[in-house]
C-alpha cells in the first residue's frame, strides 16, 4: 500500500504544482518518467543482490530509502529538485517491490499462490486510492506538501515494525547454507502443527541455474519465456502509468474540479485491487492465461471508450473503474505466473527484470503522454492509441502460455 501510494502521490500533487510553479502541463512528463526510470534501474540493482544474500535485508534497506526520500520531496522548490528527488525515490521503491513479491511467493502453498500474491500486491492499487482520497481533502487544506510528509513519514514507522518481524525466506536460507536449526525455527513459525524432525536436512529440490543471474534468464530454455514476459510487462505498465499518470491532469483539464479528477484516478485503483484479487482467484482456478488474455482484450475497449465520455461523468468513472479491473487487476494477476516459471535461484532477478523491462513502458507512457498533451492531441485520439498495447498483451500472454506448455512437456523438472 505505501509503495502505491508513493508512487501515485506525483500525480495528484501535479494539478497543484503546475498552477503553483506556473509550468506547462506537458513539462510533468519528465517528472513521471524519472520516478519511474529510477525504479526500473532499482529493480535491476536488488533483484540479484536479493537473490545473493536475502529478501528481509534488501527490503529493510530499500524501505528506508524511499521513506526518507520521499520526506525529502515536501522541501522540493524547484522542477530540477524535484526530478532528482523522484528518480532516487525510485531506485528505493523499485527495489522493494520484486523482493517483497518473491518473498509472498516464497511463503505460500502452490495452490494458492496466485491468489495470496496477487491479496499481497493489491495493496498497491489500494494504496494509490486511499492516497487519492485522502489527498483530495489535504491538499486543499494542508498544501501539497503534506501530501509527502504522509507518504514518507509512515514508511519510516513500519521499518521498525519489519526489523522485527519480517522473516527471511527458507528457500533462501537453505540456498545460502544456513543453519537447520534456524530453517527448522522459521518454518514452526509458519506451520506450527506440523513441525519438521530435528534430524530432517533442508536442501532446494528445484533445478538451480548457475552464474549470474540477468545472464541465467537468457539462457536455452528461459530465453523466449523471459523475453515474452519482458513484452507483457512492458506493454501494461505503459498503459497502467499513462493512466495513472495523467488522468487527473486530464480531467482537471477538461472541466472537472480538482477533488472530482483525483476521484477518477480513485476508481482506477479501486477496480485494480478488486481485479486482482478476482482475478488471482480465477487465475488459480481455471487457465490463467485465458483469464488475463480476456482481461487485457476488455481493458483495450474501455481505455479506448474513456476519450469519448468526458461529457457523462457516470460512464467515464465505469469505464475507468473497469479499466482499473482489467488491466491494473491483470497485471497484478500476471505476478503469480511471473514467479512461477523460475526457480528461486533466479525468481527475483525475473520478477525483478521483467518489471525492469516493464518500466521502460512505464516511462514511455507519461512521456508520450506528456507530448501529446503539449501538441494538443484530442483525448479521444490519446485515448485510443493508449488501448492498442493492451491487444499487443493478449497475445503475448497468449503466445506466453503456449511456450510454458511445450516446455512443460518436454522438461518436467522445469518450475
Known amino acids: 500500500m505505501l509503495d502505491g501510494f508513493d508512487v501515485q502521490s506525483i500525480a495528484f500533487v501535479a494539478p497543484v504544482l503546475i498552477e ?96 495470496l500474491v496477487t491479496v499481497m500486491f493489491a495493496g498497491f492499487p489500494l494504496g494509490a486510492a486511499i492516497g487519492g482520497l485522502i489527498s483530495s481533502q489535504m491538499i486543499p487544506a494542508l498544501g501539497w506538501q503534506s501530501v509527502f510528509y504522509l507518504g514518507g513519514t509512515v514508511p519510516l514507522l513500519l521499518l521498525i515494525l519489519l526489523f522485527f518481524l519480517l522473516p527471511e525466506s527458507a528457500q533462501q536460507l537453505a540456498r545460502s547454507g544456513a543453519d537447520p536449526s534456524r530453517i527448522r525455527k522459521l518454518l514452526m513459525r509458519v506451520n506450527p502443527g506440523n513441525p ?116 457523462i461523468p457516470v460512464i467515464l468513472m465505469a469505464l475507468v473503474f473497469t479499466a482499473g479491473f482489467t488491466i491494473v487487476g491483470g497485471l497484478t494477476a500476471t505476478l503469480p505466473i511471473a514467479t512461477g516459471i523460475y526457480s528461486s535461484s533466479v525468481r527475483a532477478s525475473g520478477v525483478g527484470a521483467a518489471l525492469a523491462v516493464g518500466r521502460i513502458g512505464s516511462i514511455v507512457g507519461p512521456v508520450a503522454g506528456g507530448y501529446l498533451i503539449s501538441t494538443q492531441w484530442p483525448a479521444s485520439a490519446m485515448f485510443g492509441v493508449a488501448a492498442l498495447p493492451a491487444i499487443v498483451a493478449c497475445l503475448t500472454i497468449l503466445a506466453l502460455m503456449l511456450v510454458v506448455a511445450r516446455s512443460r512437456t518436454t522438461e518436467p523438472d522445469s518450475p
Not at 44 to 59: E, H, Q
Request: aromatic share 12%; charged share 10%.
Open 196 to 311: 519438521p524432525s530435528e534430524d530432517v536436512d533442508f536442501t532446494i529440490a528445484e533445478k538451480q541455474v548457475e552464474g549470474f543471474s540477468l545472464i541465467a534468464l537468457l539462457r536455452r530454455g528461459l530465453a523466449t519465456r523471459t523475453l515474452l514476459l519482458w513484452l507483457l510487462y512492458f506493454m501494461s505498465l505503459l498503459m497502467v502509468y499513462f493512466l495513472m499518470s495523467w488522468l487527473p491532469s486530464i480531467l482537471s483539464q477538461s472541466g472537472m474540479p480538482l477533488d472530482q479528477a483525483i476521484i477518477g484516478a480513485v476508481a482506477l485503483h479501486i477496480g485494480g485491487a478488486i481485479g486482482g484479487v478476482l482475478l488471482g482467484w480465477l487465475c488459480d482456478r481455471h487457465n490463467p492465461f485465458i483469464v488475463l488474455a480476456s482481461g487485457f482484450l476488455v481493458a483495450g475497449g474501455c481505455i479506448a471508450m474513456v476519450g469519448l465520455t468526458f461529457g
Open 20 to 115: 503553483d510553479w506556473d509550468i506547462a502541463a506537458g513539462a510533468f512528463g519528465p517528472i513521471f518518467g524519472a520516478g519511474l526510470f529510477g525504479l526500473m534501474v532499482g529493480q535491476l540493482i536488488f533483484g540479484p543482490l536479493s537473490d545473493r544474500y536475502g529478501r528481509r535485508p534488501v527490503i529493510l534497506f530499500c524501505t528506508l530509502w524511499f521513506g526518507s526520500l520521499t520526506l525529502a520531496t515536501a522541501f522540493a522548490s524547484s522542477w530540477n529538485v524535484l526530478l532528482a528527488l523522484r528518480f532516487f525515490t525510485g531506485i528505493g521503491l523499485g527495489g522493494a517491490m520484486p523482493n517483497i513479491i518473491a518473498l509472498t511467493s516464497e511463503f505460500s502453498p502452490a495452490k494458492n499462490r496466485a491468489t
